[in-house]
């Protein structure tokens, strides 16, 4: 099957850690060197079949995007 989605950031990455809570799941996915958390109901973590190891494509869709960047040295 082939995903097509609107979404044009898109991340491959590994999952890393799953912390299952009463309703909600983090997964924790490595994205190259940068590590990012998703916060997902348990429902989508077992319909999905997540297990550590699992290759994911993170998918980020976002109203806002937030940007940082230093001031010089410290």
């Given at each position: 099957m082939?995903?097509?989605?609107?979404?044009r950031?898109r991340l491959?990455?590994?999952?890393?850690?799953?912390k299952?809570?009463?309703?909600?799941?983090?997964v924790?996915i490595r994205?190259?060197?940068?590590?990012?958390v998703?916060?997902?109901?348990?429902?989508?973590?077992?319909?999905l079949?997540?297990r550590?190891?699992d290759?994911?494509l993170?998918?980020?869709?976002?109203?806002?995007v937030m940007?940082?960047?230093?001031?010089?040295?410290?």
């Open positions: 082939v995903l097509k989605t609107s979404a950031n491959p990455g590994v999952v890393t850690a799953i299952l809570g009463e309703i909600m799941a983090q924790d994205v190259g060197d940068n590590h990012v998703s916060v997902i109901t348990r429902e989508a973590v077992e319909e079949g997540l550590e190891g290759e994911v993170v998918i980020i869709k976002s109203t806002e940007v940082a960047k230093a001031n010089g040295p410290e």
